[in-house]
């Protein structure tokens, strides 16, 4: 921010508080008041809440540095007063938030942002994020859906060698060629944890009840929702690769079945895709995969995502289509945060960062998020404090190359 105004800030409100004090009030009481008035007025106008990472003691820091965070941005085809109607209307008008927006997602220097619920793509975010020394790549939701998942990157750092995108409506296409998916869609118990609220996407046209019969799985798992690939290879050092793959998964805590498909192919296209590049480039890639998953931890999701690790405990029945290894990262440093989604209706962790565990890439510090009871979420989000609902998730890694 330019010093100029911050000084000329300051001078105005020195200046204001001193013709309060000059005004003949009857008394204390109204003095106060008018205080409080110019108080609130102050904090209205206050700036996004800007966090930093923590490093973890005794990790090993020698290797390239790499940052990444995850961030659910809330599409502003989705900000609609009905649907927060305990934010403050000025923070939901876009002229504010997206300038907000630019701040938080510059004070994190990260060299890769992965952004879900991307909905001005072209006319806003490439263009204002490139131009901070970024590049991206982004696949918009199908269907009549405005918002999609984008990646952005540090080009003077990293170099796309490859890319594939997902769209998980090609479930219904597999339903043809392999029965057996059906049968692994076993019913899943709800977590009394997850969310119990209408979904942002409630107001928008094409809803569940106008396409069909839900029980038909043709019908069920066409929910529009998408993810993408990516490969990047480190201008440090030309012989190590890093696969970043960026998702939104379905939010209807009744449709868990549909959210374990997803995250199944997801992990499938993922394995096959690392199998690519490591043919390709004869490496073996590092992989990071992040988003809003739209799962609490502990539940279905959750435990397949990380089955693959063989230092965690059998979550899930032995067999042969168990999916790469992957650990969550906040998980693995500290213990999974809180929530990472806050408003009134619920309010728990839905987005993750998750690493392939293995000597050539170690996390080294996270990204802090606030406290329940800290007083920028007071009330939900979004607030003048936070311009989404979700909060950001971040990590610093340290790649050990030969």
């Given at each position: 921010m330019d010093n100029r105004f911050i000084t000329t800030t300051r001078k105005n409100i020195k200046q204001s508080k001193q013709m309060l004090l000059?005004?003949?009030?009857?008394?204390?009481?109204?003095?106060?008041?008018?205080?409080?008035?110019?108080?609130?007025?102050?904090?209205?106008?206050?700036?996004p809440v800007i966090r930093k990472f923590i490093p973890v003691e005794h990790s090993q820091t020698h290797g390239s540095k790499l940052r990444l965070v995850s961030y659910n941005i809330l599409a502003q085809a989705y900000v609609k007063s009905s649907l927060f109607p305990h934010s403050p209307a000025p923070c939901l008008k876009w002229k504010a938030r997206c300038q907000e927006l630019l701040t938080v997602l510059r004070s994190f220097e990260a060299d890769i942002l992965c952004l879900q619920e991307v909905d001005e793509y072209d006319t806003f975010y490439k263009g204002n994020v490139e131009s901070h020394g970024y590049s991206s790549v982004y696949i918009q939701r199908s269907g009549t859906k405005r918002d999609g998942c984008g990646i952005f990157y540090r080009n003077n750092k990293l170099e796309l060698v490859m890319q594939e995108k997902i769209d998980y409506n090609d479930l219904v296409n597999s339903i043809q060629e392999e029965e057996a998916l059906c049968a692994g869609m076993d019913k899943i118990t709800v977590s009394d944890t997850e969310r119990d609220t209408?979904?942002?996407?409630?107001?928008?046209?094409?809803?569940?009840?106008?396409?069909?019969?839900?029980?038909?799985?043709?019908?069920?798992?066409?929910?529009?929702?998408?993810?993408?690939?990516t490969a990047f290879r480190l201008k440090e050092s030309s012989e190590h690769f890093v696969i970043v793959a960026n998702t939104h998964i379905y939010w209807d805590p009744k449709w868990a079945d549909v959210k374990l498909a997803q995250v199944k192919y997801l992990l499938s296209r993922l394995a096959k895709f690392k199998t690519l590049v490591s043919d390709k480039f004869d490496s073996e890639p590092s992989v990071l995969l992040s988003g809003d998953f739209n799962s609490v931890p502990g539940d279905k999701v959750y435990e397949y995502l990380i089955s693959g690790n063989p230092s965690m405990e059998p979550q899930l029945e032995q067999r042969e289509d168990l999916p790469i290894p992957l650990d969550s990262v906040y998980a693995y440093l500290r213990g999974e945060p809180q929530f990472t989604n806050c408003t009134p209706g619920f309010t728990g962790t839905l987005d993750y960062i998750l690493f392939s565990p293995s000597g050539s890439i170690n996390p080294i510090s996270y990204l802090d998020l606030p406290e329940a009871d800290s007083s920028d979420v007071k009330g939900g989000l979004p607030n003048y404090y936070h311009p989404s609902d979700h909060l950001p998730i971040g990590a610093d890694f340290v790649i050990r190359t030969k």
């Open positions: 000059n005004l003949r009030l009857p008394s204390l009481p109204c003095r106060a008041v008018v205080y409080s008035c110019l108080h609130s007025k102050m904090s209205a106008t206050t700036g209408a979904s942002k996407e409630d107001l928008q046209p094409k809803d569940t009840k106008d396409r069909g019969d839900p029980n038909d799985p043709r019908v069920r798992l066409k929910r529009d929702c998408v993810g993408i690939m």
